[in-house]
């Protein structure tokens, strides 16, 4: 960025000869264990470098622990919006109401919900990438197979990060809603079948 600087060179061209450079070297040394990191000087600045970054490289990855969190939860999800008598017992959720059977299932899905936290399935911007998505109320609390397949990675956290979030103000809807209805399902399948 030194020659962006007085001399005048463009800042997005810059961007692109340091982000090409690095990444050129990162897949031609796939063994080489190493981290990189730009500083920069002001937010305009690291704007224009995020945006090269993604053309050039693409959306970010997902991380394994989200990964593997999708894969140790999905049967879960779909035993329970598949099976009529779990999916109808799991829709009359209340956090108002004590369990009235499936004590094991509550257990392990109350464990998945904070597993979902610590793995970093539930994405802290998920409002911005929303926003910015302009992702629809309708289409983020019924999310379909074929809306997904138009969405990034990012996004499909986002309407995951989405779910989890919007328990907190509905007081127990993942379970009632997101699980049982088999959103959940839909989303951790989408994410799962990308990493293929």
């Not at 109401?97 to 597993?115: A, K, M, N, S, V």
């Not at 629809?136 to 809306?147: I, R």
Request: hydrophobic share 40%; charged share 30%.
């Amino acid at each position: 960025m030194i020659s962006a600087g007085i001399f005048g060179y463009p800042v997005d061209k810059a961007w692109r000869k340091a982000i090409q450079a690095c990444n050129d070297f990162i897949q031609n040394n796939p063994d080489y264990d190493i981290k990189i990191i730009f500083a920069v000087l002001d937010d305009k600045i690291l704007a224009t470098g995020e945006e090269t970054l993604k053309e050039i490289v693409g959306d970010e990855k997902i991380e394994d622990s989200v990964i593997l969190w999708c894969r140790k939860y999905a049967i879960l999800f779909h035993v329970v919006s598949e099976d009529e008598e779990l999916r109808t017992f799991f829709e009359k959720h209340s956090v108002y109401q004590p369990h009235q059977g499936h004590h094991g299932l509550y257990d392990i899905l109350e464990t998945c919900f904070r597993d979902a936290y610590e793995s970093n399935v539930v994405i802290t911007d998920y409002g911005q990438v929303v926003k910015e998505g302009k992702l629809s109320d309708m289409d983020l609390a019924q999310p379909m197979k074929e809306w997904l397949d138009s969405l990034t990675d990012k996004q499909i956290l986002a309407v995951i990060a989405w779910h989890f979030r919007r328990d907190h103000f509905s007081e127990g809807s993942w379970i009632s809603d997101s699980v049982a209805n088999g959103h959940m399902a839909v989303l951790v399948d989408a994410l799962l079948e990308r990493c293929k």
